[in-house]
């Protein structure tokens, strides 16, 4: 469907100008400040309960070491199911930390005194306990768990809806004026399965609801739920629109008409950026129903996030829909929840603007703008303004009673207790308490999130218990712009000297559509294949062309590959088209590419101009001494068919910014990027003979070129039994001894303990294994699982895996494409038929959407060692065992395997992460993430053992193997004396 809201990736100060001129005569923040005045002061003065939010940010600032240790205990402590572990992670966090000088009045800072700091104690450091050492381990751990637990309870209404439902009743009668909106706790369904038991909790929730639910009353004055879209399908994503559109509206639509048969209020939760389009489709289709089928009921609503560029619109687009359909919404008005992951996504997607507000005051002013924007559509819209910030508090308040709209404030339970005990002093007043319900352990991510979110430094809640910070300064006007965006744009992420590339959200159609439109026109051309023959002339016009280019100034050398990178930019469509078509890339992977070819021609560039100017060393008086790099002379270019256009560019660019020429064979399936890539560089300024393309296979053009007289080097990406072949060949040649730079593959595993959180295991398993079908060098091949939750992340994993789409790389909703061509199809066939007999499915593999040749949908198999593993297989087939013990024994058993490219970690004991990494002899160690996607200059690339030789690509030492060193020493006091030493010297 077409968009209907403005692009997110605006300049921050138009949108934040537009919004102040609509605020303008509209609130007067000086007297919203004075109304605010006295809740503040009567909450300093009688502070909140023990637990709340301020007071537990009083105690443990998150900036500070027990903050952060109580933080991430909260995240994992309780789902850990072995005593070994809970006790690893509970030293390794509380060792870090001091809960012993936590001597405040309040009752958490007696706890922790009393229970956590018994850790020093008892808990191990640095080995193994002793069975008395184990047995005190044990009790602080559970001291530990208790005080987690704890915490949790302070933060969760209930553990089930029944438990909220009293909690929620008992409330009302201390405050008659609180409303409730339950949130049933989880993260987003990986699985169809997960997807169903959430449905089913919902469903189960508003049925009790319901039942305690008096009749006759008006649907804003009676308890709700909150539903999360992403919790009711496993692909709420908008690659999948139709699917979504098709699978999950149906099923919301239950939960809404039983919600309107009780008169409930049921609103949507509001999701990252890239979900906003399509949640607004789903929102409308849910409320087309709702006019066509239940048109009296009020109840049906929309989050909204204050800290998106595109708020105000969102506000203006809904209640539009409203009035179309002759409906009132109830709009819940949030600052945001995801804006550290929003900024990440921006910087690493290279997008040209954030798609939220990077000062929190512009994100204040767009909140009060879209405040106003709510009270004025009061006739299609309830508002609800969930705040914990005294002055915006008063601020709506003036607003609303300005116009008379009706509204109703919200805040999160367990926080905001303290303002809103204040607050509702007022019985005109009313407000709904936004009331997590689930078991302690479904608390984690929620709870972490708003600990980060209101534990800033910046955020009133932070700042409300800090009493150094005065009245004037806590309720100061937020109605001012910024000169700049609080943080470098995307583009500007490595600093001056380096551009960041320009990347594509594809859920954007603007940005879209050119890729679109590139594709349809797009055919793979024929390029010529050169003889063995042509190997000889292709070498000796690039040594002749050697003696200029190599003179060329490096800094016009570097020009030339920016304007290359430059060019690339603007062809990025064409590229990505190009890559879909011959190398069966899909969408996104095509687009990162390209990125990468383009970080590679600018980082390799600056690298030159940095690393070869002349370098004065230091050396006895009279003499000086200078040490410079030179190209070596011409280098072979052989690259693979995997990343056929950023590693092609990538060798290329590296051999031509430290002067030398270039012969350069790419994959022989993948010749016509390669061809584009050449005359985009020869465009740009690179002589025709200092770069010479020789499409052929690797027996017949590749063999050769290695063995061409006049070679000065080789760069090679592929497997490593080629590379042996090339290191053979180079080794057997006479004359110089040449250098070889070989990037291969690696049997590359994943080391997963019981601390992980079992959803980001899945993730980061799906994408690393079978994203771009497996058909990566560091690719997921090996999965260790700890055996305690084994069982649980193997079912995520295969029900995530069993989601993923496999067909036309050309659609945007594939997410695994074919095979790069037969033999590798029959390669990988072969190997599943071994698997199948010798080793354990851990889950069926997905039938593919569509016929195509060489599909492979994603699959895996357990074994049952490390060692069973010999061989690396590229496709999207993982292997995956079972681990207990000692993980440095299991990271010895990887070592063992001989190859050392990529190893994934997922843990959050943060002393183990770091003794994995340096036990590991892997060149790129990842933790708590995926294992693919290396950004130029941000992780350099490449392996040791059998996988490669190093240095690594896009790293700082990667273009001196390119290079001859030489010095030039002279002696300066030759011709009569050291003249400078003596008009220094005191003569006697």
Not at 795 to 820: K, N, S
């Amino acid at each position: 469907m077409p968009q209907r809201l403005p692009t997110p990736y605006r300049d921050e100060n138009e949108v934040v100008a537009h919004r102040l001129s609509g605020l303008a005569g509209a609130l007067d923040w000086p007297a919203a400040a004075v109304a605010a005045a006295p809740w503040v002061e009567a909450v300093r003065k009688h502070p909140p309960p023990f637990w709340a939010m301020e007071t537990l940010l009083k105690e443990y600032p998150i900036s500070s070491s027990e903050g952060l240790a109580l933080m991430r205990l909260a995240e994992a402590l309780l789902r850990v199911p072995d005593a070994e572990t809970a006790i690893a992670l509970t030293a390794d966090q509380l060792g870090r930390a001091d809960f012993g000088q936590h001597g405040g009045e309040s009752s958490i800072a007696r706890l922790s005194s009393a229970a956590l700091s018994l850790s020093k104690r008892f808990l191990p450091e640095g080995g193994e306990p002793g069975l008395m050492g184990k047995l005190g381990a044990r009790t602080v751990v559970a001291a530990t768990l208790r005080a987690v637990q704890l915490l949790g309870r302070q933060f969760v209404l209930g553990q089930d809806i029944e438990e909220a439902l009293d909690e929620a009743k008992d409330a009302r009668r201390e405050q008659a004026n609180l409303r409730f909106s339950f949130d049933m706790l989880g993260e987003g369904a990986r699985t169809q399965a997960d997807a169903d038991r959430y449905l089913e909790s919902y469903r189960a929730a508003i049925a009790a609801i319901a039942q305690r639910t008096p009749a006759g009353r008006a649907v804003e004055t009676n308890d709700g739920i909150s539903i999360k879209l992403s919790a009711l399908h496993p692909r709420y994503e908008f690659t999948q629109h139709a699917r979504v559109m098709d699978e999950l509206v149906p099923r919301v639509w239950t939960l809404c008409e039983q919600a309107a048969r009780a008169n409930l209020n049921l609103t949507i939760d509001a999701e990252e950026v890239d979900r906003l389009e399509l949640s607004l489709d789903v929102f409308e289709a849910l409320a087309e129903h709702v006019a066509a089928q239940q048109p009296q009921w009020q109840g049906f609503g929309l989050a909204m996030q204050a800290y998106q560029t595109r708020a105000l619109e969102l506000v203006e687009h809904v209640a539009a829909i409203g009035r179309r359909l002759k409906l009132r919404f109830m709009c819940r008005l949030v600052k945001g929840a995801y804006w550290d992951g929003e900024v990440k996504r921006a910087q690493e997607m290279g997008l040209p603007h954030y798609p939220v507000f990077t000062h929190k005051h512009h994100t204040d002013i767009s909140y009060l703008a879209c405040a106003r924007a709510l009270l004025a559509a009061n006739d299609v819209i309830y508002p609800q303004f969930a705040t914990h910030n005294a002055g915006t508090i008063a601020a709506i308040v003036q607003m609303a009673r300005a116009n008379g709209a009706s509204f109703e404030l919200q805040r999160l339970h367990g926080m905001g207790q303290g303002v809103y005990r204040e607050v509702l002093r007022d019985p005109r007043l009313a407000c709904r308490v936004y009331a997590p319900v689930g078991r302690h352990r479904d608390l984690l991510a929620y709870l972490v999130r708003r600990l980060l979110e209101n534990g800033a430094n910046s955020s009133f809640v932070h700042q409300l218990a800090d009493e150094s910070v005065g009245l004037r300064e806590l309720l100061r006007s937020p109605l001012h712009a910024s000169p700049a965006p609080a943080l470098p744009l995307p583009a500007d992420l490595y600093g001056p000297s380096r551009r960041n590339s320009g990347g594509v959200d594809l859920a954007e159609e603007a940005m879209l559509d050119p890729l679109l439109r590139a594709l349809a026109s797009t055919t793979v051309p024929v390029v010529p294949m050169a003889e063995p023959g042509d190997v000889a002339a292709a070498v000796a016009a690039a040594r002749t062309a050697f003696a200029g280019w190599s003179s060329t100034p490096v800094e016009r050398r570097g020009a030339i590959l920016r304007e290359a990178a430059d060019a690339m930019q603007r062809e990025l469509p064409h590229l990505c088209a190009l890559l879909v078509r011959e190398a069966f890339k899909t969408w996104g992977d095509a687009v990162a590419e390209v990125r990468e070819a383009i970080d590679f021609l600018r980082y390799y560039s600056r690298q030159a101009e940095r690393l070869m100017q002349p370098e004065s060393l230091p050396g006895p008086t009279g003499e000086s001494n200078e040490l410079r790099l030179e190209g070596r002379g011409t280098w072979a270019c052989i690259s693979p068919w995997n990343f056929p256009l950023a590693i092609f560019t990538g060798q290329v660019a590296a051999a031509l910014a430290t002067g030398n020429t270039v012969v350069a064979k790419p994959a022989e399936q993948t010749p016509a990027i390669a061809r584009e890539t050449v005359t985009l560089l020869h465009a740009a300024g690179v002589p025709v003979a200092a770069l010479r393309l020789l499409h052929g296979t690797g027996e017949t053009v590749g063999a050769a070129l290695v063995k061409a007289d006049g070679i000065a080097g080789v760069v090679f990406t592929g497997s490593t039994e080629v590379a042996r072949l090339i290191a053979r060949s180079l080794a057997d040649r006479d004359g110089p001894i040449l250098p070889l730079i070989a990037e291969t593959g690696g049997i590359n595993a994943m080391l997963v303990d019981s601390t992980a959180l079992p959803e980001q295991v899945a993730d980061a398993v799906v994408q690393s294994a079978f994203r771009s079908a497996g058909q990566r060098c560091s690719a997921l091949r090996l999965l260790c699982l700890h055996e305690g939750i084994a069982d649980a992340v193997l079912e995520m994993v295969g029900g995530a895996a069993r989601e993923l789409a496999c067909g036309d790389p050309g659609r945007l909703d594939t997410d695994v494409g074919p095979v790069i061509d037969a033999t590798a199809y029959d390669n990988l066939r072969r190997h599943v038929g071994r698997l199948q007999r010798e080793a354990r499915a851990c889950f069926p593999p997905a039938a593919p959407r569509e016929a195509l040749p060489n599909l492979v949908p994603p699959q895996a198999f357990e074994v049952k060692r490390v060692a069973d593993v010999a061989q690396e297989v590229f496709g999207p087939v993982l292997h995956v065992v079972r681990w207990s013990g000692d993980p440095l024994a299991l990271v010895d058993e990887i070592n063992s395997l001989g190859w050392g490219l990529t190893l994934g970690v997922q843990t959050r004991i943060d002393s183990r992460a770091q003794a994995i990494a340096a036990r590991a002899r892997i060149g790129n160690v990842y933790v708590n993430r995926n294992m693919i996607g290396a950004v130029v200059g941000v992780q350099p690339f490449g392996g040791e053992g059998l996988s490669g030789t190093g240095p690594k690509a896009g790293g700082p030492h990667y273009l001196l193997r390119f290079c001859a060193e030489r010095t030039v020493t002279v002696n300066t006091a030759a011709a009569g004396g050291n003249v400078a030493l003596l008009a220094g010297a005191a003569v006697q």
